[in-house]
Nanobody, 123 residues
Framework: QVQLVESGGGMVQAGGSLRLSCAAS?????MGWFRQAPGKKRELVAA????????YYPDSVKGRFTGSRDNAKNMVYLQMNSLKLEDTAVYYC???????????????????WGQGTQVTVSS
């Protein structure tokens, strides 16, 4: 059974940092980190290709968030720096387990999702 398990969420003051991790139960191809705040749509915050050498970030997090992966460990990470109040959300990792060598940008592009981890940024 395919599983994605996120960890590393929590509460942090504005300007602080957090690192999220996502453990996959098998080999993955394209990976993505999404977030969803109450009353808002799920939005992409990082897309990572299968090898980790190509990434995409929306303007809202560009320069502050960095996605990476360790395929030997089936792990994906999201380093979040200079956190802002508006970064508060539940963060999800998503994976394609079918061959995909480019970036994927939309929730429907992904095959599996983690359970989510809460990130709360306080003033």
């Amino acid at each position: 059974q395919v599983q994605l398990v996120e960890s590393g969420g929590g509460m942090v003051q504005a300007g602080g940092s957090l690192r999220l991790s996502c453990a996959a139960s098998g080999r993955t191809y394209a990976m993505g980190w999404f977030r969803q705040a109450p009353g808002k749509k799920r939005e992409l915050v990082a897309a990572i290709n299968w090898s980790g050498d190509n990434t995409y970030y929306p303007d809202s997090v560009k320069g502050r968030f960095t996605g990476s992966r360790d395929n030997a460990k089936n792990m994906v990470y999201l380093q979040m720096n200079s956190l802002k109040l508006e970064d508060t959300a539940v963060y999800y990792c998503a994976a394609k387990f079918t061959p995909s060598y480019g970036l994927q940008y939309y929730p429907h592009d992904y095959d599996y999702w983690g359970q989510g981890t809460q990130v709360t940024v306080s003033s």
